[in-house]
């Protein structure tokens, strides 16, 4: 079938590269627009109690939170001092004057001490803008924003969400920055030649392109998040590498057999190498498939934008490629630099059995036992740290020290006592206006309620403003504003038809043990008839995430694990092969998990690295690592696997196949793995914590799989199970027999000839 593919590319290649061109000329005119519809966010479970309370509050208050802090400084005055006061009143009405901004709460507002520092030098605005854009009304907003006497610093979730985003673009820019040249050496030392090296890059950009424009049709239909663009390119170019390594490389080999029939050639390595790419692209790109179980958006879309990378870089292989291998022909050697560096390898055939990974191979699989018992010993070890691991979600710690938004954070916490603990917020929908009689008074109930949950210091709601009001006060001045303005002042903010809110401090830090029993204790409150509460704050929304991640990830990693294990059976025939592989791709896996709790969690290399730890983990990136590294194991599994049991489908010898197949890929995927760490592991140089252990991770991983696993572990467990490996029971045999796809083994050269990689 793909013999007779290649064929038909072969001869209809001008006309196939012609129009591809043309095809992704359109994509990337389409796809690079999809910037402008990415988002933000997306961590929060649409069904998540927390994100029910956001959106409800967004919707009926308007969002009663707060978008902006301003840090306001004074060296030489004091807040109360009339210097002091006289520069914040003209900042307050400039602020007030303009229409992006709702509401500015400040202590001239509220007279609360909390809203000074304990030098007294120091006092914060609160700003909620108007929307629905926030974020781009900030950025317009924020340069006009001055004072000739007072030093501003800004900060907030809104400020911080944005210089996040912008320490991230700066970080990528620098990394590719850093990482293009080194990889470009790279790719002309592995393939060879100047030629040989543009061909993945031409894979690499039809893929990166192709991915664009599908993420941009997927904006229409569901949120896409900024990260997308990201794992599009890491995955585009990394398997854009490896599917013309493979491809090239087998193309050489059969073009060596005889360097006239480029045809035949061609036919030859897509009957092989590109049934490997294709089963390889299957493989990832199922792998993959565990993300779009998780509702949040951020891990979707990432899941989303990944498989069209996959599956653009693997339609890339099977047609541009092969199209352009057979314009080059002879000339894919050509501009080689083998006189510069000594890159002539044999091509490995039956005679040939005195390369280095053949020898590497038959020593390990003289002493199976010895090499396994020590290596998955060494990697359990390795993963062990995993046992004590904490997650949390990103905030305002991800951002560098001197990050302004990091700053007015830190700030608050150490010169503002009164703002220590954290804060949490209680949307109440009620049965009727939230004004009501009835419910003012089942409110004065639930706020008693909440009162007495141990931890909570203090209680904002529409019936806890003044102390000193009964119930009866409230409703006579809700019903009459002019009784007291101040109190009535407050209806329009807290509460709008059947929805009202409440706040509350707690004596505890955010996400800590005793905030998360406070989250847990209001929660399970029994309120009156008639009103119906949802917790929301820090806390509660990183509980509801961790929640909603844990009840997914079973479902996610069993979809991941039965899709790889039915596509390597279709393309081996076994049973065994398969679960081998998953089995060893989840130790391997473990150690690079225990890598990263000793290194993040713990901190080990924090001035290595130049970073901060929070003593947590990001909760969603031991997810995109699994299932992204794990699609990426496959990649190299199947390149292996589909060596072997081409030889051993010639041979019958099991021994010899495996040798076989680790000499003629060993140094195909040790090549591949090394351009793909220095790919992803230039995330590593982010200042961005949660950015760093996706590059740390899929690094390790790779590494960890490229020479443990594949080198080592893989020869020796195929030793010790010999014909098992190849094993399936008779009715699934008989099925691969009649649906698995598999050809004929292209004929083996008994004549060793000199082949450029």
């Known amino acids: 079938m793909l013999a007779a593919f290649g064929g038909g590319i072969y001869r209809a290649r001008w006309v196939v590269l012609i129009v591809v061109l043309l095809a992704v000329v359109g994509a990337a005119l389409y796809g690079l627009g999809v910037f402008s519809a990415l988002k933000s966010g997306g961590f929060q479970d649409p069904a998540a109690q927390s994100t029910q309370a956001i959106n409800l509050q967004n919707r009926q208050l308007n969002s009663a939170s707060t978008d902006v802090v301003i840090l306001v400084n004074d060296s030489a005055a004091l807040v109360n001092e009339p210097a002091f006061d006289q520069a914040a009143q003209i900042l307050i009405h400039s602020l007030q004057a303009r229409p992006e901004i709702a509401a500015v709460t400040t202590y001239y507002s509220t007279h609360s001490a909390s809203f000074i520092s304990k030098d007294g030098h120091e006092t914060f605005f609160l700003l909620r803008l108007t929307g629905p854009d926030k974020a781009a009304q900030w950025a317009t907003l924020q340069p006009t924003i001055t004072s000739p006497d007072l030093h501003l610093t800004f900060g907030g ?35 060879g030649g100047l030629v040989a090296a543009g061909l993945p890059l031409l894979v690499g950009g039809i893929a990166i392109f192709g991915a664009f424009a599908i993420l941009r049709v997927l904006t229409n239909f569901t949120d896409v998040s900024i990260y997308a663009t990201n794992v599009v390119t890491l995955i585009g170019l990394g398997l854009a590498i490896d599917y013309a390594l493979f491809i090239v490389t087998r193309f050489r080999e ?105 020898r590497l191979s038959q020593f390990v699989m003289r002493r199976p036992l010895l090499v396994i018992i020590p290596i998955v010993a060494l990697l359990l070890t390795l993963g062990s740290p995993f046992l004590h691991a904490t997650f949390s979600s990103p905030d305002v710690r991800v951002l560098p020290v001197t990050a302004p938004g990091r700053v007015v954070s830190d700030r608050l916490i150490q010169d503002f006592p009164q703002q220590n603990g954290s804060q949490a917020s209680i949307v109440v929908q009620t049965t009727g206006d939230a004004l009501s009689s009835t419910n003012l008074a089942n409110l004065a109930v639930y706020v008693q309620q909440v009162q007495a949950v141990e931890h909570v210091t203090s209680v904002q709601s529409l019936v806890s403003i003044d102390p000193q009001l009964t119930l009866a006060d409230y409703e006579h001045i809700y019903a009459n504003p002019s009784l007291n303005p101040q109190v009535a002042s407050f209806a329009p903010r807290l509460a709008n038809g059947d929805v009202t809110l409440m706040t509350l401090r707690v004596d505890a830090a955010d996400n800590s043990d005793t905030a998360q029993t406070v989250v847990r204790h209001l929660r399970a409150l029994v309120p009156p008839s008639g009103i119906t509460p949802l917790v929301d704050g820090q806390t509660a929304y990183q509980m509801d995430l961790f929640s909603n991640l844990l009840a997914v990830i079973p479902a996610a990693a069993l979809v991941i694990v039965l899709a790889t294990f039915v596509l390597l059976f279709f393309m081996t025939g076994s049973v065994i092969v398969p679960l081998k592989a998953v089995v060893l791709n989840v130790i391997s896996l473990s150690a690079t998990f225990g890598a990263l709790v000793f290194i993040f969690q713990d901190g080990h290399l924090a001035n290595l690295l130049g970073f901060e730890s929070t003593g947590n983990l990001d909760s969603t990136q031991p997810i995109l690592i699994f299932a992204i590294a794990f699609g990426l194991s496959m990649d190299y599994e199947v390149f292996l696997l589909s060596r072997i ?110 082949v450029a990689p």
């Open 157 to 191: 979730n809104l400020v911080v969400n944005q210089q996040i985003n912008s320490q991230i673009g700066a970080d990528l820019a620098r990394a590719e920055t850093l990482t293009f040249p080194i990889v470009a050496v790279l790719l002309i030392i592995v393939f």
């Open 254 to 358: 059969e073009l060596a057999r005889d360097e006239q029939d480029v045809q035949g050639a061609l036919r030859r390595t897509m009957m092989t190498a590109g049934r490997t790419v294709l089963f390889s692209g299957l493989t990832v790109g199922t792998s993959l498939i565990g993300l779009l179980l998780f509702p949040e958006y951020f891990l979707r879309s990432l899941g989303l934008g990944a498989i069209g990378a996959v599956l653009v870089a693997m339609l890339a292989a099977l047609t541009v490629l092969p199209a352009m291998l057979g314009i080059l022909g002879r000339r894919i050697n050509a501009l080689s630099v083998q006189r510069l560096i000594r890159r002539n390898r044999p091509a490995v055939t039956v005679a040939d059995q005195h390369g280095g990974w053949y």
């Open 645 to 754: 049991k081409e030889q051993f489908d010639a041979t019958g010898d099991n021994t010899h196949s495996v040798a076989t197949g680790l000499q003629r890929t060993g140094w195909l995927i040790t090549s591949a793995a090394v351009l793909l760490a220095v790919v992803v592991g230039a995330f590593a140089t982010s200042r961005i914590i949660f950015i760093q252990e996706i590059g740390v991770g899929l690094a390790l991983a790779v590494i960890i799989d490229a020479t443990l696993v594949r080198a080592l572990l893989v020869p020796a467990t195929m030793r010790l199970l010999g014909k098992w490996n190849w094993w399936a029971p008779a009715p699934l045999h008989w099925l691969w027999q009649r649906i698995g796809l598999h050809e004929a083994p292209a004929p083996l050269s008994t004549t060793p000839r000199d």
